[in-house]
């Protein structure tokens, strides 16, 4: 596990703190962006002025994780290889697969959460129908008028660099979203279930008209931190594991038990031209 813990987030809200005391987090850093980040990888000193302004000490994190701006990304990818990172994460983003039995106006309203995220997102809509593409364009049309300022505008920026694609089949509606490999992969479609079992490359995968997007992030708690930029073909979410490391350890109290081994060491060693290592090994024949 983790024996200490440090939250960054540049305004936090009552219920921020409120989650961090429950998290059981020993630090919370109140800046976000870049700053934050060089705050963690090579720590703070603790600073005191009395009583009402002394503020401990930060220690180096071996890990840093979480989504952020683009100044967060930027300060990870410097950060990283001096400490652990998660992931670089880019612009947030959905993709829809829908056919013909889609609704417009609930595909629609997930387009539009992504897109109010930031003018960098981008909600993406895959289908075998120019009908139901058609339909749903209207649909965001409208809904997104009737957002609330400064939503409308960041979802309205957002839209511009979304798009929709027109497949022949649902086949090639899953071939072009494993190649995209969004973030967020919402499946609606009449047998949502045979279709996702067929996709491969998502962050996180919605199945069915009633699964929305926005309730894995709020409500259900799947990983709310996950692949974006098509990184998701190799890669996975935030999770337990990375906050875990792999250590291998070896033991060896009979030599007459490890012989064969040795004997294959040594012929190895030489063969790559390590004499040294050939002699090490041998050191260890009986």
Known sequence: GCP???LASPRPAPITLAAAHVAGADIVLCVGGAQAIGSMAYGVSAYDEGSSSSIPEVPPCDVIVGPGNKWVTAAK??????CGIDMLAGPSEVLVIADETADAKIVAA???AQAEHDVVARAILVSDSA???????????RQVEDLPEPNRSTAMEALKQSFSIVC????????????LAPEHLEVQTVNSQEVADKCANYGG???????AEVLGDYGAGPNHTLPTGGTG???G???VFNFLRIRTWMRIDKKEDCQEMVEDSVRMARLEGLEGHARAAEARRL
């Open 4 to 6: 200490y813990v440090v």
């Open 77 to 82: 990818s410097i950060v990283n290889g001096y």
């Open 110 to 112: 997930d387009l539009i």
């Open 131 to 141: 009908n139901v593409i058609d339909a749903v364009d209207k649909e965001v049309t």
């Open 168 to 179: 022949k089949d649902i086949d090639e509606c899953i071939a072009m979203s494993d190649k």
């Open 205 to 211: 995968l919605f199945i069915g008209t009633n699964c």
């Open 233 to 235: 073909r190799y890669t």
């Open 237 to 239: 979410g935030l999770s």
